[in-house]
């Protein structure tokens, strides 16, 4: 009922003209139609950041898919590696926030050395990239009820080893993240569901076989070795450099076994603006993946 006021509150203050946008961490199902909501009070602690993925899981497959946590945890003070793989979570979560109390150590990015500042400023411009992807899953959500942030066994649900992993994810039906969550870590098993379905690395564009577990090494120095993000083959994801204003980029994702197997096509736009509605017109840079035939 809060929700439903505030939201009506908020629309009739603008005479209908702006779309409100409202937080909670109080919510029932049907609280999606007029609010995100967020974990609640967390601490800066590395099982209160690993335990953000299955709780977001949990809420989306219940309806709730605008999810996310304080990034950097609500109490106490990050460090260097905390409040980076925390960053490096929260931007591949629906809702993404950093957030403290007010008697907390201050900790904005620029407050940390240059190699935590590049590293942080590296997965914002990855998150902004993908706007285009966040912004259709969520319509898609919106008229199906199809969770942005999903579990792997909601795409292979034959796979009796995806019920049980809960430290990885779905963005939607192509993009697998795994997070790093543990202090120290070299390395992140990673599985890769899916048999006959192959998956490429992001940033390296390295291919991984599906119906395995793989050791994926991460470190804290270089931009390219930071977490692992796959792409599923025959997805299409519309990705933009742009860091400004958002907009709609249909996203079209192949579901047949014969055209998964062939081609996975990235567009993805390469020059830096501040406003979206100057690089309508910037070049696309298509990376294609082909199968071995």
Partial sequence: MGSMASYKGLLDRSEGKLRPFLLTRSFFPGSQRYTAMWTGDNSADWSHLKITIPMCLSVALAGMSFCGADVGGFFKTPDSELIVRWYQLGAFQPFFRAHSHIDTKRREPWLYDEQTLMLIREVLRKRYSYLPYWYTLFYEHEKTGTPVMRPLWAEFPSELATFTIDDEHLIGNALLVHPVTDSGASSVNVYFPGPHTWWYSVDTYQKY?????????????????????????????????DLGDSYMVLWESYRSLSIREVVTIIPKKERIRRSSVLSFDDPYTLIVALDKN
């Fill in 209 to 241: 076989v599906g119906g395995t577990n793989i050791q994926i090494p991460v470190n804290m120095r270089s931009r390219y070795n930071q977490w692992p993000g796959h792409l599923i083959v025959g997805s299409k994801i519309t990705i933009s450099s």
